[in-house]
């Protein structure tokens, strides 16, 4: 798989661009066609399939995993409950819910059998594959309430799933990899049950002041190093790191949200605002 | 193991939707795709994952485009 060639050029400077049309989408710090996003944000995903998880911690000096684990007590998964997790790559979020609902059955002793669905949706097959084999060798502490999980792939814009069919869906940095965010919004009202909870865990705006400059410069500096230093792959990062500056905002987000449907919508920062979890509840 | 032959999960199989119409699909088990004959395309699917992507899929031909009749004998 080549590396992406789209951030060969002045990245960190055309920062303002701004859209022409509708028919641009963001890639890192680049506009490029609509039809174009998914395919090379796929190339990023298929580049790192193998390294991501260790890439994380590196990048974040382990603090993804607490986020992550916030992620997941906010969530409070409960045996019997469908879960759609879109861009979940190699599983770690539908793993913990799965987890979380098993413990959930054996806490309130619920008839054997009372088991949690995880559907995990992701644009990179390899990613799935990797999730896939991780699934297979998963500790099972208790069988009698052993989550079922299923793997598609797709598109967070477009899913291959029925209307109101979920209780809850989570999207774990993946939002701002999709091309059209407000669409993926939509599509995740649609699979939703009434009554279901949206949960999305994304980067987002520091709100501390003198700290953005700090992260701007590790961001800029370091972790597309890291990147090479570890995984071998600069590009690759330098994506990440302009795809988090050109994210929605906390609040400019929540109003996607609401415009999808989405009431008792709110949010809370991680780290000073670095992520923030964004919940909604479809009624 | 991650490369042995993998059926697709079948509980999968009976919930999937076409993902540009949602109406539901048909699952082809000697060519292994799931058709929807609403948008002409078939799904593959490879090492028991559904590919659900457009861009993947194949245009049905003229001869594959009529929908079986859901009495119809199984071949």
């Known amino acids: ?283 | 193991m991650s490369q042995t032959s993998r059926d697709v999960d079948p509980a999968l199989l009976e919930v999937l939707v076409c993902p540009l119409t949602k109406a539901t699909l048909t699952f082809q088990a000697d060519s292994n795709e799931l058709i929807s004959y609403e948008a002409g395309l078939a799904f593959p699917i490879r090492g028991g994952i559904p590919i659900m992507l457009e861009s993947e899929a194949r245009p049905l031909e003229e001869r594959e485009r009529a929908k079986p009749k859901a009495n119809a004998a199984p071949a």
Request: aromatic content about 10%.
């Open chain 1, 1 to 283: 798989m080549p590396e992406p060639s789209s951030t060969d050029q002045g990245h960190a400077q055309n920062n303002s661009a701004p859209h022409a049309d509708q028919t641009t989408t963001h890639f890192g710090f680049q506009d490029v066609p609509l039809e174009d996003k998914a395919d090379m944000v796929q190339d990023v995903f298929t580049s790192v399939a193998r390294s991501y998880d260790r890439m994380n911690d590196v990048m974040s000096f382990g603090v993804h995993r607490l986020w992550k684990a916030h992620f997941i007590n906010c969530i409070k998964p409960h045996a019997g409950e469908r879960f759609l997790d879109v861009a979940g790559g190699t599983g770690d979020i539908a793993f913990a819910l799965g987890r979380a609902a098993e413990q959930d059955a054996r806490r309130r002793r619920l008839p054997i059998g009372s088991r949690a669905d995880v559907t995990v949706c992701d644009l990179t097959p390899s990613m799935l594959v990797e999730g896939q084999a991780r699934a297979q060798r998963l500790p099972n502490p208790y069988p009698q309430y052993e989550t079922h999980y299923s793997w598609l792939c797709g598109t967070a814009t477009g899913l291959a799933l029925p209307d109101r069919s979920f209780d809850c869906y989570t999207i774990s940095f993946g939002l701002r990899n999709v091309d059209e965010p407000q669409k993926a919004l939509n599509e995740a009202y649609r699979v939703l049950k009434p009554g279901g909870r949206f949960f999305c865990l994304e980067f987002s705006q520091v709100v501390l002041p003198g700290f953005d400059r700090l992260y701007d410069a590790y961001s800029f500096n370091v972790i597309p190093r890291m990147g090479q230093a570890v995984a071998g792959d600069r590009e690759s990062y330098q994506y990440l790191v302009e795809s988090i500056r050109k994210f929605a905002k906390q609040g400019e987000l929540e109003d996607m949200m609401r415009q999808a449907g989405f009431e008792h919508v709110s949010h809370t920062n991680l780290s000073g605002g670095i992520a923030a979890i964004h919940t909604g509840r479809r009624l």
